[in-house]
């Protein structure tokens, strides 16, 4: 699963880099929290991070990415007398046990399902 901050750019040039910084930080904790103890979670570069959800069917990771983009558009960042509300899109890529693939091939087809999804912001494929 592949996660990208929608607007990420914008809200760093609006309100600055300190708001950002917030914005990824509540964001991680959103992820963090939002996962199981055999998930494994990281910071991909800039606003997107990466999940890895062993053992879970591609409905189950469907599932959870919704779940996830739900808790993380209900932030609000307040920063002086503005308020950031935040909103996520998410790409899933399920593993084919019976195709020989390597991890870039799969993050590479996850990235590609979260640039579908950031047409539309705020939403998972």
């Known amino acids: 699963m592949m996660?990208?901050?929608d607007r990420f750019k914008y809200i760093n040039d609006t309100y600055g880099h300190l708001a950002g910084d917030i914005v990824l930080k509540r964001v991680s904790q959103i992820l963090r929290e939002g996962i199981r103890a055999k998930d494994i979670l990281g910071r991909y570069g800039g606003d997107e991070f990466v999940i890895c959800l062993p053992e879970t069917s591609f409905d189950e990771a469907v599932n959870?990415?919704?779940?996830l983009r739900s808790k993380i558009e209900c932030v609000t960042i307040k920063q002086g007398s503005f308020e950031i509300?935040?909103?996520a899109s998410f790409g899933i890529a399920a593993y084919d046990c019976g195709a020989?693939?390597?991890a870039d091939n799969l993050i590479s087809r996850a990235d590609r399902n979260m640039y579908?999804?950031?047409i539309k912001r705020n939403n998972v494929v």
């Open 85 to 87: 509300n935040v909103t």
């Open 3 to 5: 996660i990208d901050i």
């Open 64 to 67: 959870i990415a919704q779940r």
């Open 100 to 102: 020989i693939e390597d």
């Open 116 to 118: 579908k999804a950031k």
